[in-house]
């Protein structure tokens, strides 16, 4: 077969035609059945919809050369390169992806170092120069508010902890649960940047595509900061095009410039700069180096809204000029809407191609124009070849090898990715991955709750103990009265703290799987394990939140904001609760070593696996059910393994100890004193010394009889478990109240402690996390949520009750 095609060469900016006589075979064929180290070029994109939008939006455009790395251990889903990064996608998905072969000499491998590598004019220069009185600068009082954007892992945290040191507040965006941070810039009082999630395109098709673009337009940031990972800079400029359409002033921080010219790499950033029409400025946010610079940008950008000069970056000859005619149209068409609904123009003129429904409707259009728009496009469509998402990926991605052509020295391959790939030969191995995930995960839970917590917690219980006798005394000789007394040493200091104590193990926790999480190899984990969990009707990515279930059910709750699909993130949210999170831990703790003394290590093991189990097992039923259906594609991006940065890690292990900190001293507090209070006091208000007749007691008591099958018919133990709802922590410190001065081994047997240890496992989560399931799901699944819970703990206590006899 001949076949003729034109191929578009870059040569220092002037871009010439040159068509390629191709006598070698061209063989159609599907992305699934190429094999390992082959590469191919994209010819067409299948599938539809939001997934599809996802694929383009990651580079997988017709035209683009991907070369399959390795497939996962489990033999799916594959590792593809595409623009020099690495990609997940599944074999399903692959099998809708079209490509033909192509011939050596044709690979346009990622092109070397065409020039030489230029040194950076003053790390950025300084902006536009606006003489007294001219421009139109804003008011000197008021607040520079700046938004942060970037892809996942382009060093946004990073950056944002530099930029606002302590001076942050972490909290939600309103209405959902996306983590948003504020902070104010250091040394510059009335600015004010926030964190948006990370992104790899403004479609409305995840919750944070959506919230970042909502914050743009509707919140009006007077500038934005776009974080752009420079090894990678290919993709990461594809969310550039689209922030520029926005026509918000904007400065381009060009992150990891340490790797890039450590590798023998470059960028020429005023020739970058004239090509985006922005200002760039190249630095290292783990180092700390150009950050200043690009603060007095951002600042002058902001005070003097300088847009971007341009955002037209479609080219009118390329492939026809279709694409650009057919945005230019649907431009004049809707100015006037665009403006009555206070959209930038070009912004919503590429959205409503691109076929997004949000925009389509706040426009307004009116029959006869929207028949008009659909006409439109489909003639760019018929001319173009490609449909309309992919026309557009194609164009934006035409411009940014224009820009990285013309302006990016790319460094041999870096040091980073071939250190990666060695590693991933371990890590993603077919033979190594997953015992090694084992071994990994064991010696996290080992070291979490075998060694350095325990260590802690032990320093930490000595001291609060230490501080208890000396006020217990100092009371005592001030002639403190008896029940104030027993407030402080019963409430204040057995209650919160045993609580406390757990503080080191929770951070320990969360220090391991932020670290994981940092060096990239949560995201290797997903990969191997994608396989896995499809079977229980999940994707790769749900592994994430449910390793930080182990952890704590909140953040778990709120970190399933990544997973793209809708039905993956409602049942990822609804296992989670089987995961043990550690604040259950003193729960096992405490029966452990008063029960089952020196064999805590198997016990509590075996708890988790059997919650694990029992979760698997409420998958299938779900998969079967409720959520009937095949997951999403899962396509993913592989970074590189980096060194966790040490400020990041003690930033995130400030925030869940503060966050920590707070519930024990606001949740549980009052808690532990509501306990105290009724089980201290009768319906008359009469200080008891002994428990047996108080108000906890009698109430506490009408419940207990539902619990007599599992051998707690005690109105302590009920107390406890509802104490427990309000935080798992402060069921220990309630038994401890409760079961004084016997302790709790003297009054129950050791087969009631193994069926309240199998109940404590999975009964309702706390108040907390129920809170989080609420906000994501609503009032009728957090309902849900409480009940179908407490049933499995009841049915599973039972049974052990029923084995043990
Ligand atoms: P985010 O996902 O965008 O918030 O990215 P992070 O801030 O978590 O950074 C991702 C990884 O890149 C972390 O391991 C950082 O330590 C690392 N990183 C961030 N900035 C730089 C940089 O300037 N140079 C290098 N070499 N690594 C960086
Ligand atoms: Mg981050």
Redesign the pocket.
């Known amino acids: 077969m001949q076949r003729f095609y034109c191929e578009k060469k870059a040569g220092d900016g002037i871009f010439s035609r040159r068509c390629v006589v191709e006598l070698s075979l061209v063989m159609k064929m599907k992305l699934i059945d190429i094999k390992t180290g082959q590469t191919v070029r994209i010819i067409e994109v299948g599938g539809e919809g939001a997934l599809r939008q996802h694929f383009l939006d990651m580079g997988v455009i017709p035209g683009a050369q991907v070369t399959l790395v390795k497939l996962a251990p489990m033999g799916d889903p594959m590792e593809l390169r595409i623009h020099g990064y690495e990609l997940t996608l599944r074999l399903a998905d692959a099998a809708k992806i079209t490509v033909e072969q192509i011939s050596e000499e044709n690979k346009t491998e990622i092109k070397k170092a065409k020039r030489k590598a230029a040194s950076h004019p003053g790390l950025g220069e300084d902006g536009k120069y606006h003489p007294k009185g001219s421009g139109n600068p804003l008011p000197e009082d008021e607040v520079l508010t700046f938004a942060l954007v970037?892809n996942?892992?382009?060093?946004?945290?990073?950056l944002f902890n530099q930029l606002t040191g302590s001076n942050q507040h972490v909290g939600n965006f309103p209405g959902v649960t996306v983590d948003r941070k504020d902070g104010v810039i250091r040394g510059n009082s009335n600015t004010l940047i926030t964190d948006l999630p990370?992104i790899y395109s403004m479609s409305p098709y995840s919750s944070e595509e959506l919230v970042s673009r909502d914050f743009v337009l509707n919140e009006k940031p007077k500038a934005i900061i776009n974080i752009v990972d420079v090894t990678n800079i290919d993709r990461n400029l594809y969310l550039t095009m689209q922030l520029l359409e926005m026509n918000v002033p904007m400065v381009v921080a060009l992150?990891?410039m340490?790797?890039m010219s450590g590798n023998g790499g470059a960028v020429d950033i005023n020739r970058m700069e004239e090509m985006l029409g922005v200002p760039v400025v190249p630095i290292?946010?783990?180092?700390n180096e150009g950050v200043d610079e690009l603060v007095s940008h951002a600042k002058h950008i902001a005070k003097y809204q300088e847009r971007p000069v341009y955002h037209d970056f479609c080219e009118n000859n390329a492939e026809g000029g279709a694409v650009h005619r057919c945005i230019h149209a649907v431009i004049h068409l809707i100015e006037d809407h665009a403006a009555r609904a206070d959209l930038p123009v070009r912004f919503a003129a590429s959205k409503i191609i691109e076929g997004d429904q949000l925009i389509l409707d706040q426009l307004k259009l009116d029959q006869n124009e929207q028949e008009m728009l659909e006409h439109i496009v489909l003639q760019m469509e018929k001319e173009r070849g490609l449909d309309r998402s992919a026309a557009m990926a194609e164009m934006r991605f035409r411009y940014i090898y224009k820009v990285t052509d013309n302006c990016v020295t790319r460094p041999e391959k870096s040091r980073e990715s071939i250190r990666s790939e060695k590693i991933d030969a371990f890590l993603t191995g077919k033979y190594t991955a997953i015992p090694l995930f084992i071994v990994i995960m064991g010696a996290v839970f080992y070291l979490t709750f075998g060694l350095i917590g325990p260590f802690l917690q032990d320093l930490m219980a000595a001291g609060i103990d230490s501080l208890k006798t000396v006020t217990e005394a100092a009371m005592q000789s001030a002639g403190v009265n008896q029940i104030l007394r027993d407030l402080v040493v019963k409430g204040l200091f057995e209650g919160v703290g045993s609580v406390l104590s757990f503080l080191p193990i929770i951070v320990t926790m969360f220090l391991f799987l932020s670290l994981l999480e940092?060096?990239g190899y949560i995201a290797r984990v997903a990969f191997v394990m994608d396989k896995l969990l499809r079977r229980i009707g999940l994707s790769g990515r749900s592994i994430v939140p449910m390793l930080i279930g182990f952890g704590c059910t909140v953040p778990a709750v709120m970190s399933t904001r990544t997973l793209p699909s809708a039905r993956d993130r409602k049942m990822t949210i609804l296992l989670t609760p089987f995961m043990s999170c550690t604040a259950k831990l003193p729960i096992y703790g405490f029966f452990v070593n008063a029960f089952f003394p020196g064999q805590g290590w198997w016990i509590i093991t075996s708890l988790y696996l059997f919650s694990i189990v029992v979760g698997i097992l409420m998958a299938l039923v779900f998969k079967n059910t409720l959520f009937k259906g095949e997951a999403v594609p899962f396509v993913m991006e592989l970074p590189n393994y980096?060194?966790?940065?040490l400020r990041?890690v003690m930033q995130l292990m400030w925030e869940k100890s503060k966050d920590f900190l707070q519930r024990a001293f606001s949740v549980i507090l009052i808690a532990t004193i509501v306990v105290w209070f009724l089980q201290s006091f009768d319906f008359r208000l009469n200080y008891l010394s002994d428990p047996h007749g108080s108000i906890l007691a009698t109430v506490a008591g009408l419940f207990a009889p539902l619990m007599a099958p599992l051998g707690m018919n005690d109105w302590r133990i009920v107390t406890s478990l509802v104490s427990g709802f309000m935080a798992k922590e402060s069921v220990v410190a309630t038994m401890e109240l409760l079961f004084a001065p016997q302790g709790v081994a003297a009054s129950l047997s050791a087969v009631t402690a193994a069926s309240m240890l199998v109940f404590s496992l999975l009964y309702t989560p706390c108040v907390a996390a129920i809170a989080s399931i609420k906000r994501e799901l609503g009032v009728k699944w957090a309902v849900l949520v409480v009940l179908w819970q407490c049933a499995i703990a009841w049915i599973c206590a039972f049974a052990v009750k029923l084995i043990g006899g």
Do not use: H, V, Y
Request: charged share 25%; aromatic share 0%.
């Open positions: 970037g996942q892992n382009s060093g946004k945290t990073t990370g992150n990891m340490d790797e290292s946010a783990a180092k940092d060096s980096r060194m966790p940065s990041n």
